[in-house]
């Protein structure tokens, strides 16, 4: 997804520019481009593909002395991949970079062409830069042109705009996309999210909607439609290295080895001798509350699924899942009993962005299940958990997923302490078993030597199935979820007991199965299924703790006292054979194509 980065200063711009897009990279994009002004000299470099491309294209220049710069990682969305339409934006003398979509840039653009514009690129983007030098041209003030330019835009947008008729200053805009603000003395540092300042900035102030400015003269001016306002800035950050590989071919693999470690993390401070505490969670929260409601997308739906069960089973309270992006427009009957629980690894993930602006609008509690803190989602919702997974740089999320899971399970816990619907023995036995699930989760090497060799048998073939019962068929879809992202194969995730209503039409040799049989939740029901395919001569791979003669492939598990160690022990099996499959396939693991980490578009 889109990446902004802004500096203003006398520091060497372009490799300021160059290096917080590098960390913007795992976002996912498809073009990048600079701008900057020095010594009032405008210099614009793009480049399609990846960042190097744009490295070897500014390798000759420097920027050295006082100026302002922009630069962008562009994730297409109005518009082909190409250079044109990569970002920064060019009028006659003023440079744009934005993230988000512009919702009435057709009328905008129509308007401006009416009158002579000419327009270079699809995008929506281009639209704000014409404004501008129109406006600018009429009344020779550059900010108030900015202003006049940024109360036409409708939509989301995370903008930075420079130019020569103010060569010393950036002005900004945020609404719907993230944007924050780093500072260092007289340097000024902009960015879509935090990584790009980490280590160069030392404070921070994170854009609320709304607001809008100017960076000149190592100072802000900040304003929001009530006129000037004062902010505060906070500590940013310093550490980075959790950020870097630590020796593993890619980051999806060291997150899924750093999964036992990030657990005890998640679980620290709230799993506590006799029960679940969120110090976070005010207990108010749950009072009045009958209903659960989860909105999320990818991943993160795949969590809540599982987590309904848990719930249901545990807290006794109805849980009902939805994918963000239907929700939004389905109408949705909303109820002030309800609490509304968004998932979101990211928090800025567009859609489940405005479901939860849609169920706070019609008055429902809410409670965002987070990884990254200050983010557009926690900051919206009433009451935030952070899964304390560290950042997570693989597109295809797997430590998030197990630590979203995790918390959750938690939750259902503390939901039932607070309605008193779980006896002493039984949450005994929850709170055993999370506390052996890092064990669980680390990865056995002969485990991974043993999903490297398997993993060449499953390069071909027309498609796989990946099949569970209850919190395990959430489990499938995320194993199938995983594996056509960075594989490109086929794969769906089913009910087992579901494949006999149609699918199990398409059971042939070629047909890869991967059967999650967890032995300590409903094995004999998920076994017969399993044993209908074999039947039908289904290649099958069985992941369970008890041997399973018919497989063509089994991987055994150990931890079968209680279905959560099951569930994470067979999830890294599953993140793992997508992993060796894509890596015999030659496949780009962390960044696989058409993907971003961070969609912030509906
Ligand atoms: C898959 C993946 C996506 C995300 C989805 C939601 O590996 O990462 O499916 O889960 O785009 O993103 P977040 O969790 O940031 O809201």
New binding site residues.
């Given amino acids: 997804m889109c990446g902004i980065v802004g500096y203003v200063g006398k520091n060497e711009k372009k490799e300021i520019l160059l290096d917080g897009l590098q960390e913007l990279e795992y976002r996912g994009y498809d073009s990048a481009g600079i701008a900057i002004i020095e010594d009032k000299q405008l210099k614009n470099f793009k480049a399609v593909g990846k960042l190097q491309n744009l490295r070897d294209k500014t390798k000759d220049y420097a920027s050295e002395g006082f100026g302002v710069s922009i630069g962008h990682t562009r994730w297409a969305t109005h518009g082909k991949p190409t250079e044109l339409n990569a970002h920064p934006h060019m009028g006659a003398y003023s440079f744009v970079v934005h993230n988000g979509i512009i919702e009435n840039y057709q009328e905008l653009k129509d308007e401006l062409q009416a009158q002579g514009v000419k327009f270079l690129s699809q995008t929506d983007t281009e639209t704000i830069v014409h404004l501008f030098e129109k406006n600018h041209n009429i009344n020779n003030n550059p900010w108030k042109a900015f202003q006049d330019t940024i109360s036409k835009l409708e939509g989301a947008y995370a903008t930075l705009l420079i130019t020569e008729a103010d060569e010393e200053t950036i002005f900004f805009a945020k609404n719907g996309s993230p944007m924050l603000i780093g500072f260092n003395g007289s340097d000024i540092y902009f960015a879509s999210s935090d990584t790009p300042i980490i280590g160069k900035a030392t404070e921070v102030y994170y854009l609320e909607d709304g607001e809008f400015g100017y960076a000149k003269n190592g100072e802000i001016k900040l304003f929001d439609a009530n006129g000037a306002k004062s902010f505060s800035k906070q500590p940013l950050a310093t550490d980075k290295a959790m950020a870097q590989k630590d020796g593993y071919r890619f980051f999806m693999e060291k997150e899924i080895y750093e999964q036992a470690q990030v657990m005890n993390d998640t679980m620290m401070g709230r799993l506590l001798d006799d029960k679940i505490d969120f110090e976070e969670l005010d207990e108010n929260l749950f009072e009045n509350i009958t209903n659960i409601k989860i909105c ?6 795949h969590s809540a699924l599982a987590s309904s069960y848990l719930f249901e089973r545990i807290s006794k309270i109805p849980c009902q899942v939805e994918i963000a992006s239907e929700f939004r427009y389905k109408e949705p009957l909303l109820r002030d009993d309800t609490l509304f629980i968004t ?7 567009a859609d ?1 962005l405005e479901a939860l602006k849609m169920a706070k609008k019609a008055g429902l509690k809410s409670l965002s299940i987070c990884n990254v803190d200050n983010s557009s989602i926690v900051r919206e919702s009433d009451a935030a958990v952070l899964t304390r997974a560290g950042i997570e740089k693989g ?3 797997t430590k ?2 197990a630590t979203q899971t995790m918390v959750l399970w938690m939750l259902a816990i503390y939901v039932a302490q607070a309605k008193n619907s779980i006896d002493s023995e039984l949450l005994k036995k929850e709170l055993d078993a999370m506390r052996h699930t890092p064990k669980a989760l680390v990865v056995d090497e002969k485990l991974h030597t043993k999903m490297t060799r398997l993993s060449k048998r499953y390069l071909h073939g027309h498609g796989f199935f990946f099949i569970g019962r209850d919190i395990f068929f959430p489990l499938a879809l995320e194993g199938a ?2 594996l056509k ?1 960075i594989s490109y194969l086929h794969a769906e995730g089913y009910p087992s007991g579901e494949m006999k209503h149609g699918p199990i039409a398409l059971a042939d040799a070629e047909l890869f199965t991967v059967a999650l049989m967890p032995k300590s939740l409903h094995y004999d029901k998920i076994k017969s299924n399993v044993e209908e395919l074999c039947a039908r001569d289904a290649t099958v791979l069985a992941i369970s703790p008890d041997s399973f003669d018919l497989a063509d492939d089994f991987v055994k598990t150990k931890y079968d006292a209680h279905p959560m160690l099951e569930f994470f022990e067979m999830m890294v099996v599953t993140q793992l054979l997508a992993l060796e499959i894509s890596v015999r396939l030659g496949n780009d693991v962390d960044m696989p194509r058409n993907l971003a ?3 912030t578009v509906e």
């Fill in positions: 999320a997308c990818g991943t993160s739906y998932i979101s690894q990211s928090g800025e993930t489940t597109v295809a999320s998030a997923f979820l995983k992202e980490k961070s969609v």
